[in-house]
C-alpha cells in the first residue's frame, strides 16, 4: 500500500512533441505529490509539486494533472526539448512526511 | 546557502575496507536522508532523521552499514567492511519536515562509491 508505481521505465520523445509519465498509488493518506529531475552526475531536484485539492498544476511547460478517484498522477513535459532529457522520479507523502518515490523513468528527447 | 554538501565526491577502496561518507545538511533542515541509488534498485532510501535523532533505518542494509547524526550540521554514512555489491551512488537529502509546506527534499551531489 505504501508503493507508487511508475511508468514507462523509459521513454523516447521527438523534439517539440509531448512527454507524459505516469504514477499510481494505493494509500489514500498521501497528502503531497512531487516530480523530481535528475540529470547525469547530479542528485534529483524538485520540479513540480502538486496537493490531492486540485486537478492541474502547471508550470511553464511542465503539467502535472492528478485524479484523485483512480489515485493516478502524471507528468506532462509540453514542447519537450533535448534539455529535457534526464530521469523523473515521482513521490508521495505519506502521514510521517516521508517521501515514497517511484522507479524513475529515463526520458531521452531526440533533436 | 551552499547547499547540501557531502564528501568525498568520489571514493575507491577494497573489498573488506571501511568506508564513511559524510553530509553536512542545509542549515535550518530538520530533516536528513541518506539514499542509494544504483542501476538495478533504483533510488533507495536507507534511513532517516529527525531533528538528529534515528527515525527509520529499515533500509539499511545489513548490519555493515550504520548512520550517525551527531548534531544538526553533520551525518556520516559507515560500511564496514565493504564489498563490491555496494558499489552506487549515495545521496544524502535535507529538507525541513513540518508545516504546512511541501517539504521538498534538496539532494547533495552524491558520492560515487567503487568497491573492488
Known amino acids: 500500500q505504501q508503493q507508487v508505481k511508475q511508468s514507462p521505465q523509459s521513454l523516447i520523445v521527438q523534439k517539440g512533441g509531448i512527454s507524459i509519465i505516469n504514477c499510481a498509488y494505493e494509500?489514500?493518506?498521501?497528502?503531497?505529490f512531487p516530480w523530481y529531475q535528475q540529470f547525469p552526475g547530479k542528485g534529483p531536484a524538485l520540479l513540480i509539486a502538486?496537493?490531492?485539492d486540485v486537478s492541474e498544476k502547471k508550470e511553464g511547460r511542465f503539467t502535472i494533472s492528478f485524479n484523485k478517484s483512480a489515485k493516478q498522477f502524471s507528468l506532462h513535459i509540453m514542447d519537450s526539448q533535448p534539455g529535457d532529457s534526464a530521469t523523473y522520479f515521482c513521490?508521495?507523502?505519506?502521514?510521517?512526511?516521508?517521501?515514497?518515490w517511484g522507479a524513475g523513468t529515463k526520458l531521452i528527447i531526440k533533436p | 546557502d551552499a547547499g547540501v554538501i557531502q564528501s568525498p565526491r568520489h571514493e575507491v577502496t577494497e573489498m573488506g575496507q571501511e568506508v564513511t561518507l559524510r553530509c553536512k545538511p542545509i542549515?535550518?533542515?530538520?530533516?536528513l536522508f541518506w539514499y542509494r541509488q544504483t542501476m538495478m534498485r533504483g533510488l533507495e532510501l536507507l534511513i532517516y532523521?529527525?531533528?538528529?535523532?534515528?527515525?527509520?533505518d529499515s533500509g539499511m542494509p545489513e548490519d555493515r552499514f550504520s548512520a550517525k547524526m551527531p548534531n544538526a550540521s553533520f551525518s556520516t554514512l559507515k560500511i564496514q567492511p565493504s564489498e563490491p555489491r555496494d558499489s552506487a551512488v549515495y545521496f544524502c537529502?535535507?529538507?525541513?519536515?513540518?508545516?504546512?509546506?511541501?517539504?521538498?527534499?534538496?539532494f547533495g551531489p552524491g558520492t560515487r562509491l567503487t568497491v573492488l
Open positions: 537529502a535535507s529538507s525541513q519536515t513540518q508545516g504546512v509546506v511541501g517539504n521538498e527534499q534538496f
Open positions: 542549515s535550518g533542515h530538520n530533516s
Open positions: 532523521f529527525n531533528n538528529n535523532v534515528p527515525i527509520d
Open positions: 494509500n489514500t493518506a498521501f497528502d503531497y
Open positions: 502538486i496537493r490531492p
Open positions: 513521490a508521495a507523502r505519506d502521514s510521517n512526511y516521508q517521501l515514497i
